[in-house]
């Protein structure tokens, strides 16, 4: 029996920071939409993985969901896509994704993979699920460029510095974010707690549950659309990757 992988793409965000009518996973990235890049990069990673029974599980809102079905009925009906219904909260959401996984085994892979990340490229998600062959937990992430600094902010609201780490120890954390099944169980109750539901990223669940986490090294262009800025970009990114690989899209 094959090894499954499930994906589950948070896609439920309700994009405030950019402004403007259209949800942030519908803008056109060089003729698709956000989201369909994304999938574009996974059913090109499934390609290359055919011992591998790959699903995917889209976590959005009743509100955007008949927009994603249209999408992936025109673009990638060949994929194995179902659908959960997002929560109030990032750990909310993808719990509901968990419960949404049907029949996986204990070494089976979930990778957890924002929806609005969609320069993420085959060769980073491979890296992920390499990495879940020796570690619990596998996560992609670059080093940090820039200088650091803590501060100290005062009631007023006034910022200052009290010191600057070293810059070297610290990473940058993206996705997709990876577990085995069996250690994914095992942060189910920390997913429906409190502090669980003030997580930014589930690398801090597994923190808190005591799981043993690698990273492995990414790339900077996996950036997540939340801004104008980014839409800008993440076009510019992909013209460059044309230009050094015009017969891929």
């Not at 060089?30 to 999938?39: D, E, K, N, S």
């Not at 820039?146 to 996705?175: C, E, M, N, W």
Request: charged fraction near 25%; aromatic fraction near 8%.
């Amino acid at each position: 029996m094959n090894r499954k992988c499930y994906f589950l793409i948070p896609a439920a965000g309700s994009g405030k920071r950019m402004g403007g009518p259209i949800p942030k996973l519908l803008i056109d990235i060089c003729g698709l939409p956000v989201i369909a890049r994304t999938l574009e990069s996974i059913s090109y990673y499934t390609s290359l993985v055919p011992d591998t029974d790959c699903r995917i599980i889209l976590i959005t809102t009743p509100d955007l969901k008949p927009q994603l079905e249209d999408i992936v009925t025109n673009y990638y009906s060949y994929l194995d896509i179902a659908y959960a219904e997002g929560g109030a909260t990032r750990s909310a959401s993808v719990l509901s994704g968990i419960r949404a996984i049907d029949d996986a085994g204990p070494d089976d892979l979930v990778l957890i993979h924002d929806g609005a990340r969609c320069m993420i490229t085959p060769e980073e998600i491979s890296a992920v699920c390499k990495g879940l062959e020796k570690s619990p937990v596998c996560a992609v992430a670059v080093p940090v460029k820039d200088t650091l600094k803590k501060i100290s902010r005062s009631k007023s609201g006034k910022v200052t510095v009290k010191s600057t780490p070293d810059r070297s120890d610290f990473y940058a954390i993206q996705t997709p974010q990876g577990f085995r099944y069996s250690e994914l169980m095992k942060c189910l109750d920390y997913y429906e707690s409190e502090e669980g539901a003030l997580a930014t990223d589930d690398t801090f669940i597994a923190e808190k549950c005591g799981l043993k986490i690698t990273l492995v090294e990414g790339k900077y262009s996996n950036i997540k659309i939340t801004t104008p800025e980014d839409v800008a970009v993440a076009r510019e990114i992909l013209r460059l990757r044309w230009e050094n690989s015009p017969f891929e899209d």
